[in-house]
């Protein structure tokens, strides 16, 4: 009796899967189709002409930059945590996360505002030294430096997580070994540490250029001329749908070509963890190598979180004007539209994971693949590609309407909340996938032919037994995905209806109009809300270790 409805939920699981995949990869596709249009060739002999050769240098050195600030603060910070002990080296494991919480457009609103001429660092200067404009040179933050500055400082953390990762499970008995033999420390970290941990630090350094590639806040503010702000040049300025879709698919390359580098070097990585590490037997650090450790510590948290949290707070009570209704109306805007995206991401996340759990066979595999990498993908990106299709739809939809009752109606899919919705699914499935199939992964495969065994359903399965077993991984799943659709910018831009407003939104706006302390108050509101996932991230890095001990 339970043959046919065990073989239909089964079809209907492995049908699902790639069924997601597809409306997930649509905008991807469209995109890449672009390259294929009858205008293609036109436009991009124009774009190449007058455009492209200052988007692709800026963008390639400000990845370059990027990439090199990473790696000096976050692999130093990785190294003096993970295998070294100092005084403070606990409260710095987690405190050096906290730059994730800030959205980059946010931290450079705040450091324009302290370091601009008019600011409280330069009047500072010139009130002790007398100075006049032109007397001295002071660092300039609306630059291509001050760019990668910013960046650079909200983006280490992936570089420090991955880098300590595999610092404590790969290089420790290594590392204990070469002391044994004479290596100073320096040496150890240089010729050992580095090497054993290389394809991490690749991996986290990929992970900060595809965000560097998606930023759009930040380079726009500074007046930079990169992909992002040139695709909503086009799209904006010139209400040029074909070379937006031209750029798109040109950063499109550039972020397949990142992913296949960080791929491609660790094609042949085989490390064995060696078991249980030995963390109790830290390189104890003493004088000036504990001072060292604590420069190296302090202050990427010093310059990525506290400061810039401290200008806020201040502007925040001090010299912003408070817009009472309007305020909640964001607040509210931005929360419902959050938590919308993350039910949808974590219910497709559940159900592309189960199926990779019950159908083995490789269209699953390679659709929960594709389902996962819009998050490599730009916002800017899958905005153009989720604005094609759904207009395409709604023109349809419009005709037949029009041809069955005669009536004109509005749109019902592109200038809604749908697009949103769809945009913010693509781009941040990756995130509730990864969690729900790590969850799974700790689900052992008896509890599932126990519970097939008495004629339970793959979906009864899921709904009994599954899901409240992966409750804590679904709820820290919602919650990472409700703020990054919180912060995210570019994409709700784009597709946002006619005077809609949310946070990211109404704080890049008073910013763009010079309103830098009344910005203050939405870009709080994201940060204190960005600090719960990384408070839940570090105690479970924290977890782990200590069981790892």
Not at 99 to 108: D, N, Q, S
Request: glycine share 8%; hydrophobic share 55%.
């Amino acid at each position: 009796m339970n043959a046919p409805g065990w073989f239909s939920a089964s079809k209907c699981l492995g049908v699902s899967a790639p069924l997601v995949a597809l409306v997930v990869a649509s905008p991807i596709l469209v995109i890449a189709a672009s390259v294929f249009s009858i205008e293609s060739a036109a436009i991009w002999s124009h774009l190449r002409d007058t455009v492209l050769a200052d988007y692709v240098t800026n963008s390639v050195l400000l990845m370059l930059g990027v990439g090199v600030l990473t790696l000096v603060l976050g692999v130093p910070a990785a190294w003096y945590t993970a295998v070294c002990e100092f005084p403070g080296r606990s409260v710095f494991v987690w405190a050096l996360l906290l730059p994730l919480a800030f959205p980059a457009y946010i931290i450079a609103y705040t450091y324009t505002g302290l370091l601009e001429f008019a600011g409280p660092a330069q009047t500072l200067l010139r009130d002790l030294t007398g100075w006049k404009y032109g007397d001295y040179w002071f660092f300039p933050i609306r630059s291509l430096g001050g760019a990668i500055a910013m960046l650079g400082l909200v983006l280490y953390p992936y570089v420090y997580l991955l880098t300590r990762t595999a610092f404590l499970e790969r290089s420790t008995r290594a590392i204990e070994v070469s002391r044994t033999l004479g290596y100073s420390v320096p040496r150890s970290f240089f010729q050992l540490a580095i090497p054993l941990a290389r394809p991490a630090i690749v991996a986290g350094v990929s992970l900060a250029l595809m965000e560097t590639l998606a930023d759009y806040g930040t380079v726009q503010y500074f007046g930079l001329s990169t992909f992002t702000t040139g695709i909503f040049r086009a799209f904006y300025g010139f209400d040029d749908l074909t070379a937006a879709s031209q750029l798109s698919a040109t950063l499109l390359a550039f972020v397949a070509l990142l992913i296949y580098l960080e791929r491609y070097s660790r094609r042949k990585a085989r490390y064995d963890a060696g078991g249980r590490s030995m963390h109790e037997h830290r390189i104890r650090l003493t004088g000036w190598q504990a001072a060292w450790a604590w420069v190296g510590c302090l202050a990427p948290v010093l310059l990525g979180f506290i400061v810039p949290a401290a200008v806020l707070l201040k502007w925040a009570l001090r010299d912003a004007r408070w817009e009472g209704a309007s305020f909640l109306s964001l607040m509210w805007n931005s929360f419902y539209l959050a938590f919308l995206a993350a039910l949808i991401a974590v219910a497709m996340a559940l159900v592309l994971g189960y199926a990779k759990r019950n159908a083995r066979t490789r269209p699953v595999r390679l659709s929960v693949d594709v389902s996962g990498l819009g998050y490599a993908i730009p916002g800017a990106i899958i905005a153009v590609g989720v604005i094609v299709p759904l207009a395409w739809l709604d023109h349809r939809l419009i005709g037949v309407v029009r041809f069955l009752s005669g009536e004109e109606m509005g749109l019902l899919l592109s200038g809604t909340i749908v697009a949103l919705l769809f945009a913010y699914t693509v781009r941040f499935l990756a995130v509730s996938l990864g969690a729900v199939q790590a969850g799974l992964e700790k689900i052992k495969p008896s509890l599932d032919y126990a519970a097939r065994s008495l004629g339970r359903r793959p979906t009864e399965v899921l709904r009994q037994i599954h899901v409240p077993l992966l409750r804590g991984t679904v709820f820290t799943a919602l919650l990472i995905v409700f703020v990054d659709v919180l912060k995210e910018l570019p994409a709700t831009l784009i597709l946002r209806p006619f005077n809609f407003n949310t946070l990211a939104v109404r704080a890049y706006e008073l910013a763009s109009d010079e309103r830098l302390a009344d910005a203050s108050v939405p870009s709080l509101l994201i940060v204190l809300v960005g600090i719960g996932p990384v408070i839940l991230l570090s105690r479970t890095i924290s977890r782990d270790r200590s069981r790892s001990e």
